[in-house]
T-cell receptor
Framework: QQQVKQSPQSLIVQKGGISIINCAYENTAFDYFPWYQQFPGKGPALLIAIRPDVSEKKEGRFTISFNKSAKQFSLHIMDSQPGDSATYFCAASIAGGTSYGKLTFGQGTILTVHP | GAVVSQHPSWVICKSGTSVKIECRSLDFQATTMFWYRQFPKQSLMLMATSNEGSKATYEQGVEKDKFLINHASLTLSTLTVTSAHPEDSSFYIC???????????????FGPGTRLTVL
């Protein structure tokens, strides 16, 4: 019930295209859903995050769509650029309590944007 | 944004030796720190959660006597890999949060990672 399932495992997109990565979760107690970007040899960096009280959040070229009833959320990268080539992880957590905001990560998606 | 540093960024050691990795929150007080390990082309696997001044909580399957975690202050946590073996070679990443048990913020700030190679 703690799993977060992410797809696809890898994604190839042309420059200027839209990259879409999907995640699904089971635990309805999750109340924070971040997306992280990781370059080789570096730690993950927070891209954008959403809470279940909204269905969509947009920051620049990055948008999270959240479907609470389906227990799914997705990351859309508009106008994808070669510099966006990285591994993307979705995650979920529960605020406070004994979880201390512990993150459960998806399996990761390797995004390659061709020039 | 909040900055978390790790030291060293990479370390090579001989089998049987111990290695200490430091994780520091540079501009905020981290009530909670997390330690992860990541194998090539895999996701981050949580090893333990540590709260300042108390014992770390280890995830199932993580040997607490092998991976010693100390969170002595609100800005520093250390992970010591004792009697390291080649199978311990991995990328170790820490993160820090200032949510505490009563806070609502979930946000974690990640360090740059430490590459451990055990020969």
């Amino acid at each position: 019930q703690q799993q977060v399932k992410q797809s696809p495992q890898s994604l190839i997109v042309q420059k200027g295209g839209i990259s879409i990565i999907n995640c699904a979760y089971e635990n309805t107690a999750f109340d924070y859903f971040p997306w992280y970007q990781q370059f080789p040899g570096k730690g993950p960096a927070l891209l954008i995050a959403i809470r279940p009280d909204v269905s969509e959040k947009k920051e620049g070229r990055f948008t999270i769509s959240f479907n609470k009833s389906a227990k799914q959320f997705s990351l859309h990268i508009m106008d994808s650029q070669p510099g966006d080539s990285a591994t993307y992880f979705c995650a979920a957590s529960i605020a406070g309590g004994t979880s201390y905001g512990k993150l459960t990560f998806g399996q990761g998606t390797i995004l390659t944007v061709h020039p | 944004g909040a900055v978390v540093s790790q030291h060293p960024s990479w370390v090579i050691c001989k089998s049987g030796t111990s290695v200490k990795i430091e994780c520091r929150s540079l501009d905020f007080q981290a009530t909670t720190m997390f330690w992860y390990r990541q194998f090539p082309k895999q996701s981050l696997m949580l090893m333990a959660t540590s709260n300042e001044g108390s014992k770390a909580t280890y995830e199932q399957g993580v040997e607490k006597d092998k991976f010693l975690i100390n969170h002595a202050s609100l800005t520093l946590s250390t992970l010591t890999v004792t009697s390291a073996h080649p199978e311990d070679s991995s990328f170790y990443i820490c993160s820090a949060s200032n949510s505490g048990t009563s806070g609502r913020s979930n946000e974690q700030f990640f360090g740059p990672g430490t590459r451990l190679t055990v020969l």
